[in-house]
């Protein structure tokens, strides 16, 4: 016999159920429930008949599981819930607004928003160990686990968008791609504000500015305030002549979510507080670090490899910039985690360790996307 000790007169999530349960007519109760306790007692017997019949598909590792279980049930909100409200279907599938008729810009549109909805996941592991609060920049020995595992799923996301970059040379018509890409325009993919929030998690801001200035500032004098223009994605349009409009309404939008975020995050992001570990730790994530790091240069060159498949090479991205040479990793020279980079100091060297990057990934992918940049645009 199981003993529940419940607070009666408290115990909101219980009064809720009795409210929605008319147990009065239970026609198979022997003795009607009158009052309060009656009803809760009856409620209860009902309950773990329930629960016994159930028990081998809800095991419960905690009290505070059963009452989320029993909230859920109580609530208005969530009861009834199906499926395509829970997950918002409708929803989702009149998010694909096309500007045209070709019906490849459908896939155009979805494989955005699927990148988008992986990177807010990515945003979401990196928060976790970055900065749960303000000011958090030392790491304890306790949390190797929660690195390794959180970036884990991070290398994974970014795998999976890796390994599915073909959808955009295979699955996407150039022709149509020419034909409606016209009507897209300012936009880019280089506006995306989460790819540039997941590199503010990863790095000081110093190392997010362009190489040429970098390595010849003193790192003291790399502030946000005499350096933001110099950031690499926005210096590579604005050296491209007039701001074009692909950075100017880029910056309208978040010139001051990505200046708060800078703020936020300098004392917070990965690398910092990878430096500030103890040797002991950094021994143990380095490893998750470079392959981190190597994901996400990965899907940079897997992104300009299928550039090429729909874009001429003479042809100027919507920003204005010769995207084939701002779009190459040992052009940009943008490295979060620049310990890793050491050494690397002629384009030969840079060259062969980018070469190791390509030749860890799939094979089969590497070939494919290789072959798209040799042939040129299809
Ligand atoms: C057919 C598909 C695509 C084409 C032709 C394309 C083209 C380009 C071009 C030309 C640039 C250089 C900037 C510019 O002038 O626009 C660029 C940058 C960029 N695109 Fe794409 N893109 C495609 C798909 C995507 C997808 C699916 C994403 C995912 C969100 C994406 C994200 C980015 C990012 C983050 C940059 C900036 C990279 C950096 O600063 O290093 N693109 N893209």
């Known amino acids: ?50 629960v016994l019949g159930i028990a081998d598909q809800y ?26 409200d829970y997950i918002e279907v409708d929803t989702l599938l009149s998010l694909q607004k096309t500007k045209t008729n070709y019906p490849d810009e459908v896939i155009f549109i979805a494989y955005h ?8 996941l990515i945003i979401q592991e990196l928060e976790k160990i970055t900065c749960p609060s303000k000011f958090e920049s030392f790491v304890s020995a306790d949390q190797v686990q929660q690195w390794q595992d959180g970036l884990q799923r991070v290398i994974r996301y970014m795998n999976k ?33 989460q790819f540039r929030l997941i590199e503010i998690m990863l790095t000081p801001f110093e190392y997010l500015i362009k190489s040429g200035i970098r390595e010849v500032t003193n790192p003291a004098d790399l502030t946000l305030e005499n350096h933001f223009d ?3 994605w926005r210096s590579a349009v604005m050296a491209a002549g007039q701001p074009a409009k692909i950075l100017t309404n880029f ?89 890793f980079w050491e050494g ?14 390509e030749e860890k990934y799939p094979s089969k992918i590497m070939q494919e996307l290789n072959e798209i940049w040799e042939d040129g645009q299809a």
């Open 1 to 50: 016999m199981v003993t529940i000790n419940l607070d009666l007169q408290k115990n909101t999530v219980i009064d809720s159920i009795i409210e929605r349960f008319d147990f009065a007519d239970d026609s198979s109760s022997t003795e009607n429930p009158k009052t309060k306790e009656q009803k809760i007692a009856h409620f209860l017997e009902k309950f773990s008949e329930g």
């Open 113 to 120: 928003q699927i990148h988008e909805l992986y990177f807010k």
């Open 251 to 339: 910056n309208a939008k978040y010139d001051r979510l990505f200046t708060e975020q800078l703020k936020y995050f300098s004392t917070c992001n990965l690398y910092f507080k990878y430096l500030a570990a103890s040797e002991e730790f950094r021994n143990k994530v380095k490893g998750v670090m470079i392959r981190l790091e190597e994901s996400i240069l990965m899907w940079k060159i897997a992104h300009l490899k299928t550039v090429r498949a729909h874009i001429p090479i003479f042809v100027k991205g919507t920003g204005g910039v010769h995207w084939s040479e701002y779009l190459e990793v040992k052009n940009q020279k943008i490295y979060y985690f620049p310990v």
């Open 59 to 84: 095991r419960f590792s905690n009290s505070a599981d059963l009452m989320t279980l029993l909230q859920g049930l109580a609530d208005n909100e969530s009861k009834g819930v199906t499926y395509w």
């Open 344 to 357: 690397l100091d002629t384009s030969e060297k840079l060259d062969k360790k980018i070469k190791e990057i």
């Open 161 to 193: 968008l890796i390994g599915s970059i073909d959808i955009l040379k295979y699955g996407l018509s150039s022709k149509e791609f020419s034909k409606f890409r016209k009507s897209l325009l300012p936009a880019s993919g280089f506006q995306t504000h």
């Open 230 to 232: 110099d950031i690499y």
